[in-house]
C-alpha cells in the first residue's frame, strides 16, 4: 500500500495546519492510501553538526524513509517557512529522505496574499534536495477566516483547494503506475 507522510511544520499547539492536513487525510483515506502523520512538533532536532539531550531525529527519518510521497503542510512565518521545517530538512540525512519522491506543498498565512513567499521557497529547497515537486500548491489565505473554532473549513472553495492537494497527488502516483 502506498503510504503518504503529511508534514505538520507548526509548532504551535492549535495550528490550522494540522485543521489543513486533517481535510488532506480524510482525502487520502477514502482512496484507500495508508497516512502517516508526522507533527515536526514533537521532534526534538539539533541544529547541523550539533547535539542535544533527547534527540530524536533517527525516528523522524525512520517515519520519512518509510514513506512513498509527502505532503508538507506549512504556515508562512516572516516570509519563509518555520524554522521547524528546516530542522527536518537539515536532518532527514544525505542524500535526504526526501530525495527522489513526489512533494506536494500547502502553505498558510494570515495575510491576503497567503504563503506565496514561502511555498517559493520551499519548492526550491525541496527541488535541491531532489525531490519530485508537484506542480500545483495550495496557498490559504487569511486563514483565520476559513476555519471555525473547531477545525472546520467553513469556506467551500479554501475547502475544494485543500482536497485538490491530495487529488493531485493520487493523480500524480496513479500516473505512475501507469509507465
Keep these: ?5 503529511l508534514i505538520n511544520s507548526s509548532v504551535q499547539q492549535k495550528n490550522y495546519t494540522g485543521f489543513i492536513l486533517k481535510i488532506i487525510e480524510n482525502e487520502l483515506i477514502k482512496k484507500n492510501f495508508s497516512v502517516i502523520n508526522i507533527r515536526l512538533k514533537r521532534f526534538n532536532l539539533p541544529f547541523p553538526g550539533g547535539e542535544i539531550d533527547n534527540d530524536n531525529s533517527s525516528e523522524m527519518r525512520d517515519l520519512l524513509n518509510s ?10 512565518y516572516n516570509g519563509s517557512f518555520t524554522a521547524k521545517l528546516k530542522l527536518m530538512i537539515e536532518n ?9 519522491k513526489p512533494v506536494g506543498l500547502v502553505g498558510l498565512a494570515s495575510g491576503v496574499l497567503g504563503a506565496t513567499k514561502s511555498l517559493e521557497q520551499l519548492r526550491t529547497v525541496c527541488s535541491h534536495l531532489g525531490c519530485y515537486v508537484l ?13 471555525d ?5 467553513i469556506n467551500a472553495t479554501i475547502r475544494n483547494d485543500i482536497q485538490l492537494a491530495a487529488t493531485n497527488m493520487i493523480s500524480y502516483l496513479d500516473s505512475l503506475k501507469s509507465l
Design 1 to 5: 500500500m502506498t503510504k503518504i507522510a
Design 67 to 76: 514513506a512513498n510521497a509527502y505532503i508538507i503542510a506549512c504556515p508562512e
Design 92 to 100: 532527514s540525512g544525505y542524500p535526504s529522505a526526501l530525495k527522489g
Design 135 to 147: 506542480p500545483r500548491v495550495v496557498s490559504v489565505a487569511q486563514v483565520e477566516k476559513q476555519f
Design 149 to 153: 473554532d473547531f477545525g472546520n473549513c
